[in-house]
């Protein structure tokens, strides 16, 4: 073992947060279907009365779920990002050339480039964003690695390596249990950390998946210098072996980088919006109960067939077929192959079958659940079709509500927003261009349409105008609820409707806007009974 070795015990400790169980089945109860089918066993537990394996073995094969952790998470993910988001530098930079304008509205350059292939992989930014959003809102916390290309020769000047793109960084999403151990300063930044990564390759199509690779990256930071640094150690086993805490691990490559931090983002919730935390256990709870109930009411639809054998004397005489010694073995044998329940004249077998009064209970409990799951997440709107009270809540109860998940997705957008920045920063930082001021454009202004308060507002608005005989107010309460039921609207959509609506009421004159309903009411029906009654000269003229 050489000095910069390591055993393998030693790199692959656990943080205490780390918790392998729990993470995967966070992202099994999201992401369902038959991944969470081939893991049922951590969900399913076995029964006391279950000695026999079969039984249990059956009811892992038969998992029943309704996936409620995925509609819910992606609503609240998608209405976050609902609307366009970027990063652009700041117009009062210390650095005079900033734009202070949209990237996108820029030159050619890593920027604009960066802004919409994040990844190399096709991903705008706001793509990779809102994934890690998502994930964070399954299992907390999701990490995002940034890198630059590695080149086999060194560029010389910065005018090479713009042209070679070795400044062209990318993001790249690292998975939540491959970060296995950390340590943070008190201003949140890591001083080091452990990426562990087990692959097990294939070279070609000839070859052998036989070997086992596992890598661990330790980046770290050097408290007295700040310079940013990674070791990179391997192990080799055999593909069905178990590393062993004496295995060496041998140092493969080490470098410093030109990051003023280590590239490792951390996109973490807060415990009170964790939606995953929140409903997975009732999530849990509503898969096993449903899982059990539906399982139970199958086997209670098949009838079991018993065959009862005559006696053997019938009048004290032998029947030919009752002469045969092996009849009863051979014919037992067989039904019981069958499936039959084999019993003699005198004995006596009864099935019981469920009266079914704990199926209603069970039914009603999963009912339950996902209302409490759809409560839990402030989520009123959804739970209110589970049930018939619901449709009769006051419009300040919806409002309420409505206000509560607005709070909600301003946080959501203001955390994700806070993770563009670290990362824009990073990178900037790491190209040289460090008096960049980035400022996010998007993620905020949430706003829930309810469309009968909508409509009572626009109802409502139609009758003030007789009250308020202003231009102007007519002008600014058109435009903000023109905006509020439509609030997907781009910018640039947005604008065009109020520089329409600016036009409208420039362009009209106050009789036309404060005339009195019914005067043109009656206006109207007197010009309809003018066209209906009066002959038309020129028609007649014609006509003659």
Request: hydrophobic residues 35%.
């Amino acid at each position: 073992m050489n000095n910069d070795d390591m055993y393998f015990a030693d790199l692959d400790q656990k943080n205490p947060e780390y918790n392998e169980i729990r993470t995967k089945k966070l992202e099994l109860l999201y992401e369902g279907g038959e991944e969470l089918k081939r893991n049922a066993s951590l969900f399913i537990k076995r029964e006391i009365m279950e000695a026999n394996d079969t039984s249990y073995q059956a009811r892992l094969q038969n998992v029943y779920y309704q996936n409620y952790v995925a509609k819910i998470i992606n609503s609240y993910n998608s209405d976050t990002f609902s609307k366009p988001f970027n990063v652009t530098p700041a117009a009062d930079a210390t650095d005079i050339t900033t734009p202070g304008m949209d990237i996108e509205k820029t030159e050619e350059g890593f920027w604009k480039d960066f802004a919409e292939n994040a990844d190399l992989q096709g991903h705008s930014f706001e793509q990779v964003l809102s994934c890690l959003n998502k994930s964070s809102l399954i299992t907390k916390r999701a990490y995002i690695g940034i890198d630059f290309p590695k080149l086999d020769t060194q560029p010389d000047t910065l005018l090479e390596e713009e042209i070679l793109g070795a400044n062209r960084a990318y993001i790249f999403d690292i998975p939540i249990l491959s970060i296995t151990d950390w340590n943070i300063d008190d201003y949140g930044n890591y001083r080091w950390i452990i990426i562990k990564d087990v692959q097990i390759p294939r070279k070609d199509w000839k070859s052998r998946r036989d070997k086992k690779i596992i890598t661990f990256k330790v980046w770290q930071r050097d408290d007295e210098t700040g310079l940013i640094s990674y070791k990179t150690y391997q192990l080799i086993k055999k593909a069905t072996a178990t590393p062993n805490a004496k295995d060496i691990c041998s140092l493969i490559e080490e470098d410093d980088v030109s990051f003023n931090q280590i590239p490792v983002i951390c996109h973490c919730q807060p415990t009170e919006l964790w939606l995953g935390g929140l409903i997975a256990g009732l999530a849990e709870e509503h898969l096993t109960r449903r899982s059990a109930l539906i399982y139970s009411m199958n086997k209670s639809l098949f009838a079991i067939p018993i065959y009862t054998q005559g006696p053997e004397f019938v009048r004290n005489e032998l029947s030919a077929i009752k002469e045969n010694e092996y009849r009863g073995l051979d014919t037992v044998s067989q039904m019981k192959g069958k499936g039959a329940a084999v019993i003699a004249g005198g004995d006596k077998l009864e099935y019981l079958e469920p009266k079914g009064a704990c199926y209603t209970i069970v039914d009603e409990q999963l009912k339950g659940l996902v209302k409490s799951m759809h409560d839990v997440c402030n989520q009123m709107n959804l739970a209110g079709s589970l049930n018939k009270t619901a449709v009769d809540r006051s419009g300040l109860s919806k409002m309420m509500d409505n206000i509560s998940k607005e709070i909600v997705l301003s946080t959501y957008g203001r955390n994700a927003a806070r993770t563009a920045i670290k990362i824009y920063n990073l990178i900037a930082a790491a190209r040289g261009e460090k008096n960049i001021i980035w400022t996010p454009k998007g993620l905020s202004d949430y706003k829930i349409v309810d469309v009968d308060q909508s409509l009572d507002q626009i109802n409502t608005f139609q009758t003030l105008k007789q009250v308020v005989p202003s231009k102007t107010f007519l002008k600014a309460t058109s435009k903000r609820l023109a905006i509020e039921i439509s609030p997907n609207l781009s910018p640039t959509e947005a604008q065009s409707i109020e520089n329409e609506i600016n036009e409208f009421y420039d362009a009209s004159s106050e009789d036309e806007l404060f005339a009195d309903p019914q005067d043109k009411q009656q206006d109207n029906m007197r010009l309809s009974a003018d066209l209906t009654t009066k002959p038309n000269k020129k028609l007649q003229s014609k006509d003659k």
